[in-house]
């Protein structure tokens, strides 16, 4: 009896990076990165399109496949390309 194909399901991941001028403080794959700005609330994922926002004072929560990081911001920028989420603290 032959065997099928088996492909592995990919996770798909987009890079995050958040970092003041003096700190990183997050740079590695996640599944979702979570913000408030002042329309409110939202989420990027894998293949968001391009995107750019000032962020509100709040928690920033990234999701990786194995847990979940809060970060508390006090406002910052948000840059959304080609799933690479940057985002800059403290400017």
Known sequence: MAEGNKQA???KTLN???ASPYQ???DQPALS????NLTGPFDILPGHHNFISLLDR???V???????QK?????GVMHVKADMATV???I
């Not at 990234?62 to 979940?68: A, G, K, L, S, V």
């Open 9 to 11: 399901t990919k996770v």
């Open 16 to 18: 995050v990076k958040v």
């Open 24 to 26: 990183v403080y997050f």
């Open 33 to 36: 990165i979570s913000g408030n």
């Open 58 to 60: 709040g928690e920033l």
């Open 62 to 68: 990234i999701r990786t496949i194995n847990d979940e």
């Open 71 to 75: 970060i508390k911001i006090n406002g």
């Open 88 to 90: 800059f603290l403290d």
